[in-house]
Every structure is written in C-alpha cells, then in structure tokens.
C-alpha cells in the first residue's frame, strides 16, 4: 500500500545528479530509501532517524552509494531527502521510500510498514 508522498527522479547522464523527496509519516522515527531492480531484492540504500528534530540526526548508507548520495531531512516541510550524486549506470532503478518505528537503523524491507510509490530513476551513458 501506498502511505508516504515521495516524488523526484528522471533521467540523468553517469555522473549527474538527481533529488528524491518524501514527507514524513507522523508516529514513525525512521526513515529509509530503497531500490529496486527488475529481478533483484529490494535494497535499503540509505537511512536517516526523524525522531528528534533538534538535533543533527544519524545516517546509515549502504556501501554501494556510501560517498555518492546523501540522506536528509528539512524539519520545517517534514520531509527527507536523498540527494544522489556521481551517478553510476548501476544506479538505475525503482526507488522507494519507507518508514517504521524502530529503535536502530535498518536496511531490510520486511522491517518496514509504510511505503511511497517507486519512482523511476535511469543513469544513462
């Protein structure tokens, strides 16, 4: 089921830049990005913690984008970001946006209850 409003995406050529945006889902304090692949797992690729807003929060980023993208989060429009830069063809694929209520980070899909739509994001050559 659809929960979360996510929004972004396109297409870009390798090394260009793109911005995914989601708004928070009230009651949860994590929030993650996941991609997906035609064939492939679902993958968590970044996650941010939204339970305190006064503070800089924790991020967790999967190897694979660790350097390249970042996860954040404007307080004021609750929402989180992930800006992806140095984009790599291996990059493309459905992006999804998730959140939970949690106690530490996580990257796995079966942890997460609310869902955005995919959006679509291509790297092309």
């Known amino acids: 089921q659809e929960e979360l409003v996510s929004s972004g995406g396109g297409s870009v050529q390798a090394g260009g830049s793109l911005r995914l945006s989601c708004e928070y889902r009230?009651?949860?304090?994590?929030m993650t990005w996941f991609r997906q692949i035609p064939g492939k797992e679902r993958e968590g690729v970044a996650s941010?913690?939204?339970?305190?807003?006064?503070?800089?929060?924790?991020?967790v980023y999967a190897d694979a984008v660790k350097g390249r993208f970042t996860i954040s989060q404007d307080s004021d429009q609750k929402t989180v970001y992930l800006q992806m830069n140095s984009l790599q063809l291996e990059d493309t694929a459905m992006y999804y946006c998730?959140?939970?209520?949690?106690?530490?980070?996580?990257?796995?899909?079966?942890?997460?209850?609310?869902w955005g739509r995919g959006i679509q994001v291509t790297v092309t050559s």
């Open positions: 998730a959140a939970r209520v949690g106690v530490v980070h996580s990257l796995r899909r079966e942890d997460f209850k609310y």
């Open positions: 009230r009651g949860t304090n994590y």
């Open positions: 941010i913690y939204t339970g305190n807003l006064k503070t800089p929060p924790i991020t």
